[in-house]
């Protein structure tokens, strides 16, 4: 339940008023106290010394009548509820007792000078010197009042309380309403903001004190957010407008990537013909070139000489490399519409069959392989046993003229992805031309050094990059080279 600021402050007068009345109270009823106490002593002891000169010659001359008739006088101090004298020797010498006390209340033997509080009684002993030399003791009993004083006075302080906490509540009514106006007035139109968006809402100033630096600071504060809230609802009234252009802007480039699409997929079937002619009828000609050349050979072997006959092997030879740039060319232009078919991929497996492929057994003698472990992944495994190939023919061609040729396979995971590299101790390249090595028909080499046709690791820079990885190579002219490729642990846009 919430409280409200006038209820806080006056619980904060009551608390504080309260705390200062009880305090002084307190104070005021402990001196009052101790001054009682010390007024009982006072007046019992000044009772004894009397008594004592009163009864020092009844003692002397053994006279008890006397000394009775002297504490009989105590019946006008009604606080002196018992009395006695007592002689040198410690015998009682006379009594004195209230009417109605018990019998046997007065202490068998006298004590030296002593004084007792016990309970709402003082008791006193006080020894009675004649010329120097002890001649008896006096003995008193008296109410000591205490619990009922306290009484008083615990009475005294709750009615002062009472009448002053009145007082209180009443002055600080009156005299609070100089406080909580001001900010009643604000907590109204901080609710009236609120409810209502009204930033228009201003508080009068009434004051020039703290509350007046609040209701100042509050109405700035206002006058702030208004013209914030202005400001930010002409940007949503520029921003509906932007998005009104927008979705039409949208709408047009859509109209536009459907135009284009069907423009492409016409494009697309196109060059599907096109393949389809270099397939067929750049073929023709080019095994015509083949065959007429194969058949000079055998025909007119005779009629030709050698440098004709090396020449119409160079005719054939350069046929033979036309006929496989075409091959590689529709391999390459087939890729990028071929879907993809994920499956789980032993990598090594696929590396170790693919080596077995290019070199078999009775081959491989002078190849020194080595397989290392490699992650499993996930990928098309028709494509990847064509990367593997490329890779793997790439290396032995260029490591084919070293006299012990060296060929490595391995790789590793990290957080993201699996890396995997063919190593090579081969011709090696010019790592100033890395970049070029990815390209279609991109070549290092001359034919008469490494025949090739420049399509092979093109193709596999294609196929890695379809299936989200990285493709990259290292090396050194003489030195050796290493083809590196990754592939993701979790494709993040689905591709395989």
């Known amino acids: 339940m919430r409280t409200s600021l006038n209820r806080k402050l006056i619980r904060v ?6 705390a200062a009345l009880l305090i002084t109270g307190v104070a005021m009823a402990a001196l009052d106290l101790e001054t009682a106490r010390r007024g009982s002593i006072d007046d019992l002891t000044a009772q004894a010394d009397i008594l004592g000169l009163a009864a020092a010659p009844a003692l002397e001359f053994d006279d008890p009548g006397s000394a009775e008739d002297y504490l009989a006088l105590l019946a006008a101090k ?30 068998a033997l006298p004590e030296n000078d002593t004084l007792r509080f016990r309970g709402s009684e003082l008791s006193l002993f006080k020894r009675i010197v004649a010329n120097g030399e002890i001649v008896g003791t006096v003995y008193l009993r008296a109410r000591y009042p205490l619990y009922r004083r306290l009484l008083g006075y615990l009475g005294i302080v709750g009615t002062v309380m009472a009448f002053s906490l009145a007082a209180a509540l009443l002055m600080s009514r009156r005299l609070q309403r ?38 100042d600071a509050f109405n700035g504060m206002l ?19 932007a998005e009104e252009r927008l979705r039409a802007l949208n709408a047009e480039l859509e109209e536009r990537v459907k135009a284009r699409t069907a423009e492409l997929e016409a494009a697309n079937k196109d060059l599907e013909g096109f393949s389809y002619s270099v397939s067929h009828d750049l073929r023709a000609p080019i095994r015509a070139i083949t065959g007429f050349c194969s ?46 078919r994920p499956e789980n991929l032993d990598m090594t497996a696929l590396a170790r069959h693919a080596f077995e492929r290019l070199c078999p057994a009775e081959q491989a003698g002078g190849i020194e392989f080595r397989l290392g472990s490699t992650p499993s992944a996930r990928g098309d495994r028709s494509l990847f046993e064509q990367v593997w190939t490329n890779l793997l023919a790439n290396a032995i061609k ?22 995997y590299f063919v190593r090579d101790n081969g011709a090696g390249f010019d790592p100033q031309h890395a970049a070029r090595l990815f390209g279609v028909f991109q070549r290092l080499h001359h034919d008469h050094e490494f025949p090739g046709t420049g399509v092979g690791l093109a193709l596999v820079h294609k ?9 990259w190579a290292e090396g050194r002219i003489g030195a050796g080279a290493t083809f590196h490729f990754t592939l993701p642990k979790e494709p993040a846009d689905g591709r395989v």
């Open 295 to 340: 058949l000079l050979v055998e025909d007119h072997a005779e009629q030709l000489d050698a440098e004709a006959r090396r020449k119409l092997g160079i005719v054939k030879s350069e046929a033979e490399r036309m006929g496989a740039l075409i091959d590689d060319l529709l391999s390459f232009s087939r890729l990028g519409r071929k879907a993809l």
């Open 223 to 241: 006058a702030e957010i208004g013209a914030r809230t202005e400001g930010l609802e002409r940007s949503n009234r520029q921003l509906e407008q």
């Open 178 to 215: 100089g406080i909580t106006r001001p900010i009643l007035a604000v907590t109204t139109a901080a609710r009236d903001v609120v409810e209502h968006r009204d930033f228009g809402t201003r508080v009068p100033k009434t004051t020039e004190d703290e509350i007046g630096v609040l209701v």
């Open 398 to 419: 260029f490591s084919s003229k070293k006299e012990r040729p060296v060929i490595e396979v391995a790789g590793l995971s990290d957080e993201r992805e699996h890396v």
């Open 463 to 471: 196929i890695v990059t379809r299936h989200g990885g990285r493709v």
């Open 13 to 18: 007068v009551a608390a504080t008023t309260a």
């Open 78 to 107: 009604p606080s002196i509820i018992a009395a006695a004298i007592y002689t040198p020797k410690g015998a009682l010498f006379a009594s004195y007792a209230v009417p109605g006390t018990a019998e046997g209340t007065l202490p």
